[in-house]
């Protein structure tokens, strides 16, 4: 580094020192003799560089002279902490915790090697009337990720690597040495190692080969690297989980309520592997019926702290890809040990309702049972029972079916919202690429399931919610969900009126109400998925937390995630502390569990998000060999460069880039989601039909062009 270079940084560095004082001292007026003694500076030399750097930060606008040689700061708050949002051309805006201040904007040469999602101090510009809040980051305080997937390029001395991710603007130096076996075009998870002071390029190194671009498997097990989770599970996990006895002993069985005399049976999809909850039935003599909700006892075989229990909260979900699932534990546990599996004994967690005939609650109870299922439906085969009235268990399935509409039917009118999203299923062949798309239907078979699940979810979270008063009160984890703000709701609200609806924004309950008659009315039409998907925007997203809030989609005052131990680890710590307290145990640490909930928060995102990845990447793909063919869809999204178009046959997106569109130029009118022709004055709106040609597939970017067909 040159002596000109090492001055800057010294320089650099010595103003946010310098700039801290001032915040340090409550912003109190300070001449550069005061602000030497508090950075306990004494050298003629640096005292001097201290009373250049007072002016010309003042000459900046960061600090202000309020007296000869006194200076103050001119805005308080000049350093600020957030998270990096990459942008296409390489610059970046800082987004901050507090939901109610400006992004900071700052340019590609100001970053200091930050990357997407990296948490970085920031220093603040004075602003300019008018202009936009700028910055320029001090300090990366921490990485987002250090891995990526890309593709290898080798040449004789060295190689490279290129990111996948469009966002990762810098390619990634790998020394020969370091290519773990990679050859030149080969798709691999490479990790940076080392990022030298003044280098535009990280060094990093091959961690894993996937394998050659383009082939099914290596494509879906790049987009899991992608999001960071594991390919396999660690030997150790595995051997812990080998270990497991598999016999119920009469002691175990004894210590539990035993159902297996009682009518039980799974309903799943008819490709599922494992089970984690079953439903018993029985008619009282009171002519009331017993419910039971029997939840897989996960928490029985994994215990805190051991590596399996690490690995599953590591892992915090299973994420589920168009072609495969990664499980959150070992196969012997979710396919085995804990999957109630029919005509097997199985230790379980439950929930006991006794109903009456209008599926009001008259009592309850909870806590481990001992299972026997009698029956493996899939959820096709109770839909017959449903429709014929007549099959295998066919009374006590028709009993429950009306029950749980009576519960569906209360839900509603208590302000609940129905979100009937459609979700998009790939027939594959047996090399993975898809041959067909279909849309998955939602019968009274799921929502029979879906209704008693939330039931036992529901009432577990008001059960604990009611243990303790105040600041006495039990720590649980729940499933929350904030109501949407104002402004979002408001502006879904005026692009539903387009389409003849309106949304009573009165109360949370007229919103639920008129929200619902359009979910309603809306389903099988063209715009259902443009506007399902637009409404769910305008809401918040539910999160897990300690906090004993209220579930504003489903209208519960409390709720909670007890029912998927075997897929999601919060149901693990909710079966954990229902069990300790249903046992007389103390209030567990808070502060412990905000923190785990926050990472399943975190992770059930990031599964989402690669499941969203696997489905665009099979999109792409089934569109690849059909470059000319035209379709007819509806305008899904708007943007200033583009417009997104969602085929309505087989609901593949692709965007439609506004500098091809030939006739005009097209500009956003992001308030009316809208692109408008500037001479003709031809709109095009969000939810229009429009007649598209399949231009371009890219795959590596799962991306699809569309070129519009014009009248």
Same mark, same amino acid.
């Given at each position: 580094?040159?002596?000109?270079?090492?001055?800057?940084?010294?320089?650099?560095?010595?103003?946010?020192?310098?700039?801290?004082?001032?915040?340090?001292?409550?912003?109190?007026?300070?001449?550069?003799?005061?602000?030497?003694?508090?950075?306990?500076?004494?050298?003629?030399?640096?005292?001097?560089?201290?009373?250049?750097?007072?002016?010309?930060?003042?000459? +900046?606008?960061?600090?202000?002279?309020?007296?000869?040689?006194?200076?103050?700061?001119?805005?308080?708050?000049?350093?600020?902490?957030?998270?990096?949002?990459?942008?296409?051309?390489?610059?970046?805006?800082?987004?901050?915790?507090?939901?109610?201040?400006?992004?900071?904007?700052?340019?590609?040469? +100001?970053?200091?090697?930050?990357?997407?999602?990296?948490?970085?101090?920031?220093?603040?510009?004075?602003?300019?009337?008018? !202009?936009? !809040?700028?910055? =320029?980051?001090?300090?990366?305080?921490?990485?987002?990720?250090?891995?990526?997937?890309?593709?290898?390029?080798?040449?004789?001395?060295?190689?490279?690597?290129?990111?996948?991710?469009?966002?990762?603007?810098?390619?990634?130096?790998?020394?020969?040495?370091?290519?773990?076996?990679?050859?030149?075009?080969?798709?691999?998870?490479?990790?940076?190692?080392?990022?030298?002071?003044? *280098?535009?390029?990280?060094?990093?190194?091959?961690?894993?080969?996937?394998?050659?671009?383009?082939?099914?498997?290596?494509?879906?097990?790049?987009?899991?690297?992608?999001?960071?989770?594991?390919?396999?599970?660690?030997?150790?996990?595995?051997?812990?989980?080998?270990?497991?006895?598999?016999?119920?002993?009469?002691?175990?069985?004894?210590?539990?309520?035993?159902?297996?005399?009682?009518?039980?049976?799974?309903?799943?999809?008819?490709?599922?592997?494992?089970?984690?909850?079953?439903?018993?039935?029985?008619?009282?003599?009171?002519?009331?019926?017993?419910?039971?909700?029997?939840?897989?006892?996960?928490?029985?075989?994994?215990?805190?702290?051991?590596?399996?229990?690490?690995?599953?909260?590591?892992?915090?979900?299973?994420?589920?890809?168009?072609?495969?699932?990664?499980?959150?534990?070992?196969?012997?546990?979710?396919?085995?040990?804990?999957?109630?599996?029919?005509?097997?004994?199985?230790?379980?967690?439950?929930?006991?309702?006794?109903?009456? #005939?209008?599926?009001?609650?008259?009592?309850?109870?909870?806590?481990?049972?001992?299972?026997?299922?009698?029956?493996?439906?899939?959820?096709?085969?109770?839909?017959?029972?449903?429709?014929?009235?007549?099959? =295998?268990?066919?009374?006590?399935?028709?009993?429950?079916?009306?029950?749980?509409?009576?519960?569906?039917?209360?839900?509603?009118?208590?302000?609940?919202?129905?979100?009937?999203?459609?979700?998009?299923?790939?027939?594959?062949?047996?090399?993975?690429?898809?041959?067909?798309?279909?849309? +998955?239907?939602?019968?009274?078979?799921?929502?029979?399931?879906?209704?008693?699940?939330?039931?036992?979810?529901?009432?577990?979270?008001?059960?604990?919610?009611?243990?303790?008063?105040?600041?006495?009160?039990?720590?649980?984890?729940?499933?929350?969900?904030?109501?949407?703000?104002?402004?979002?709701?408001?502006?879904? *609200?005026?692009?539903?009126?387009?389409?003849?609806?309106?949304?009573?924004?009165?109360?949370?309950?007229?919103?639920?109400?008129?929200?619902?008659?359009?979910?309603?009315?809306?389903?099988?039409?063209?715009?259902?998925?443009?506007?399902?998907?637009?409404?769910?925007?305008?809401?918040?997203?539910?999160?897990?937390?300690?906090?004993?809030?209220?579930?504003?989609?489903?209208?519960?005052?409390?709720?909670?995630?007890?029912?998927?131990?075997?897929?999601?680890?919060?149901?693990?710590?909710?079966?954990?502390?229902?069990?300790?307290?249903?046992?007389?145990?103390?209030?567990?640490?808070?502060?412990?569990?905000?923190?785990?909930?926050?990472?399943?928060?975190?992770?059930?995102?990031?599964?989402?998000?690669?499941?969203?990845?696997?489905?665009?990447?099979?999109?792409?793909?089934?569109?690849?060999?059909?470059?000319?063919?035209?379709?007819?869809?509806?305008?899904?999204?708007?943007?200033?460069?583009?417009?997104?178009? =969602?085929?309505? #046959?087989?609901?593949?997106?692709?965007?439609?880039?506004?500098? #091809?569109?030939?006739?005009?130029?097209?500009?956003?009118?992001?308030?009316?989601?809208?692109?408008?022709?500037?001479?003709?004055? +031809?709109?095009?709106?969000?939810?229009?039909?429009?007649?598209?040609?399949?231009?371009?597939?890219?795959?590596?970017?799962?991306?699809?062009?569309?070129?519009?067909?014009?009248?």
């Amino acid at each position: 580094m040159s002596k000109k270079k090492s001055n800057s940084s010294i320089k650099l560095v010595l103003t946010q020192l310098v700039l801290d004082i001032f915040e340090q001292s409550g912003n109190a007026p300070l001449n550069y003799k005061q602000v030497s003694a508090k950075l306990n500076v004494r050298d003629p030399e640096s005292r001097e560089t201290i009373l250049e750097i007072l002016k010309e930060e003042a000459q +900046k606008g960061t600090l202000k002279e309020v007296s000869h040689g006194k200076f103050q700061l001119r805005e308080l708050k000049t350093f600020i902490e957030g998270v990096v949002d990459m942008t296409n051309d390489g610059s970046a805006y800082i987004v901050t915790d507090d939901p109610d201040e400006t992004d900071i904007y700052v340019a590609p040469r +100001k970053l200091r090697n930050a990357l997407n999602g990296d948490r970085v101090k920031v220093y603040v510009y004075a602003k300019s009337k008018g !202009q936009r !809040q700028e910055g =320029e980051v001090i300090e990366i305080l921490q990485r987002f990720k250090m891995e990526f997937t890309g593709i290898v390029k080798v040449s004789e001395r060295f190689a490279f690597f290129i990111p996948d991710d469009r966002k990762m603007m810098h390619d990634i130096f790998i020394p020969l040495s370091d290519l773990n076996g990679a050859k030149n075009g080969i798709k691999a998870v490479a990790e940076i190692t080392d990022w030298p002071a003044g *280098a535009k390029n990280p060094i990093g190194r091959i961690k894993n080969v996937l394998g050659v671009q383009g082939e099914n498997d290596t494509e879906m097990n790049a987009i899991l690297a992608e999001y960071g989770f594991p390919l396999s599970f660690p030997k150790e996990v595995e051997h812990e989980s080998e270990e497991i006895p598999d016999i119920i002993t009469k002691e175990e069985i004894a210590r539990r309520r035993d159902f297996r005399e009682v009518l039980t049976f799974t309903i799943d999809p008819f490709d599922a592997k494992d089970f984690d909850d079953a439903i018993s039935f029985k008619n009282l003599p009171n002519g009331n019926y017993e419910v039971g909700v029997h939840i897989a006892d996960v928490s029985h075989y994994i215990q805190p702290d051991s590596a399996l229990d690490k690995e599953a909260l590591e892992r915090a979900t299973s994420v589920y890809l168009v072609d495969r699932v990664i499980p959150m534990l070992p196969e012997r546990l979710s396919n085995g040990l804990c999957s109630l599996r029919p005509k097997e004994d199985k230790l379980c967690f439950a929930a006991v309702f006794e109903l009456d #005939e209008d599926a009001h609650v008259v009592n309850e109870w909870f806590g481990k049972t001992v299972i026997h299922s009698d029956r493996r439906f899939a959820y096709e085969e109770v839909q017959q029972i449903i429709e014929d009235k007549a099959g =295998e268990f066919a009374g006590e399935i028709l009993k429950l079916n009306a029950l749980a509409y009576k519960l569906r039917e209360r839900k509603f009118k208590n302000g609940a919202i129905s979100f009937e999203t459609t979700e998009v299923k790939f027939k594959l062949d047996e090399r993975g690429k898809p041959i067909g798309v279909y849309i +998955k239907e939602r019968k009274d078979a799921h929502k029979l399931i879906e209704d008693f699940m939330l039931l036992a979810n529901r009432k577990v979270a008001e059960y604990v919610s009611k243990m303790g008063k105040g600041k006495h009160k039990y720590t649980f984890v729940y499933r929350t969900h904030d109501s949407p703000k104002a402004d979002s709701l408001a502006s879904f *609200a005026q692009f539903a009126a387009r389409f003849g609806y309106r949304i009573n924004m009165k109360s949370d309950k007229e919103i639920a109400k008129s929200l619902n008659f359009l979910m309603e009315d809306v389903e099988g039409k063209k715009e259902q998925n443009v506007l399902t998907q637009l409404a769910i925007r305008s809401m918040a997203k539910a999160i897990y937390t300690t906090k004993s809030t209220s579930h504003y989609g489903l209208a519960f005052d409390h709720y909670t995630h007890f029912t998927s131990p075997i897929r999601r680890y919060p149901d693990v710590m909710v079966h954990r502390l229902l069990f300790h307290y249903l046992n007389n145990g103390q209030s567990a640490n808070e502060a412990y569990y905000e923190k785990l909930c926050q990472h399943c928060s975190q992770m059930e995102k990031k599964a989402a998000d690669a499941e969203r990845a696997s489905v665009k990447y099979k999109q792409a793909e089934f569109l690849r060999d059909q470059i000319g063919s035209i379709y007819t869809g509806i305008i899904s999204g708007v943007t200033e460069w583009g417009m997104y178009v =969602e085929i309505i #046959e087989n609901k593949c997106e692709g965007m439609i880039r506004l500098r #091809e569109i030939a006739d005009d130029f097209y500009t956003l009118d992001e308030k009316n989601y809208a692109i408008i022709g500037q001479r003709k004055k +031809k709109i095009y709106r969000l939810g229009d039909e429009v007649k598209i040609k399949v231009k371009n597939v890219d795959l590596t970017k799962k991306q699809i062009d569309f070129s519009l067909i014009q009248d």
